[in-house]
């Protein structure tokens, strides 16, 4: 099992920054990316950004250019820099992990398991 702990969260005024940090705890041996995803009142959740363990990242259309996403292996956390915010970028904000395998045995082709944090407020005002 893989926990999560999300921080960063908060209310701010357009065009201020935010940086969002997850912490991944517990069997973390297999990770196949780190990333964040957002979810609107009314609205579906959908992916901001993604990370993979080579550094490969994706970027949703309307953050790129704004947010950066980053990792550190040796604290095993994923950090979302968000930059020029605006008010639709207000949103439930929650840490995704994805892990193929457990323990000394990861498995590099099968399928993922998904986690997820709690999810943290992020709301953009003038």
């Known amino acids: 099992q893989v926990h999560l702990a999300e921080s960063g969260g908060g209310l701010v005024q357009v065009g201020d920054s935010l940086r969002l940090s997850c912490r991944a705890s517990?069997?973390?041996?297999?990770?196949?990316?780190m990333g964040w995803a957002r979810q609107a009142p009314g609205k579906s959740r959908e992916l901001v950004a993604l990370?993979?363990?080579?550094?490969?990242?994706i970027y949703d259309d309307s953050v790129k250019g704004r947010f950066t996403i980053s990792h550190t292996n040796a604290e095993k956390t994923v950090v979302l820099q968000m930059n020029s915010l605006q008010p639709e970028d207000t949103a439930v904000y929650y840490c995704n992990v994805t892990t193929r395998g457990s323990g000394y045995v990861c498995d590099e082709v099968g399928p993922l398991s998904y986690y997820w944090g709690q999810g943290t407020q992020v709301t953009v005002s003038s």
């Open positions: 990370i993979t363990g080579d550094g490969s990242q």
């Open positions: 517990g069997d973390t041996s297999c990770i196949a990316s």
